[in-house]
Nanobody, 121 residues
Framework: QVQLVESGGALVQPGGSLRLSCAASGSIFSIGVMNWYRQAPGNQRELVAGITSGGSTDYLDSVKGRFTISRDNAKSTVYLQMNSLKPEDTAVYYC???????????????WGQGTQVTVSS
């Protein structure tokens, strides 16, 4: 059973920084693209940042220059470094990954349980 577990969410003041982590565990043959999504109350879930297994990245326009996604393939972990945080970054942040459990299995998408980020003074 594959699991994704996020950590690092907290209450932070505007202008502050946080680092989110998401670790994959269980029966894993390979991990493809890993993403961070977020969902604020009353809003749809949106893709914040993504990173391929080769390290190519992409970002939501509103976080470019402030957020950095990275991954440690040896640890099956993806990170989201968030700097210059704004109140509008407040949301539950979810990790998502495309994982192959066995060499003969098709890839499947897995989600973490979410971690709350609140930006407020």
């Amino acid at each position: 059973q594959v699991q994704l577990v996020e950590s690092g969410g907290a209450l932070v003041q505007p202008g502050g920084s946080l680092r989110l982590s998401c670790a994959a565990s269980g029966s894993i043959f390979s991990i493809g693209v890993m993403n961070w999504y977020r969902q604020a109350p009353g809003n749809q879930r949106e893709l914040v940042a993504g990173i391929t297994s080769g390290g190519s990245t992409d970002y939501l326009d509103s976080v470019k220059g402030r957020f950095t996604i990275s991954r440690d393939n040896a640890k099956s972990t993806v990170y989201l470094q968030m700097n210059s945080l704004k109140p509008e970054d407040t949301a539950v942040y979810y990790c998502n990954a495309r994982i192959v459990e066995r060499s003969t299995s098709p890839p499947a998408r897995y989600w973490g349980q979410g971690t709350q980020v609140t930006v407020s003074s």
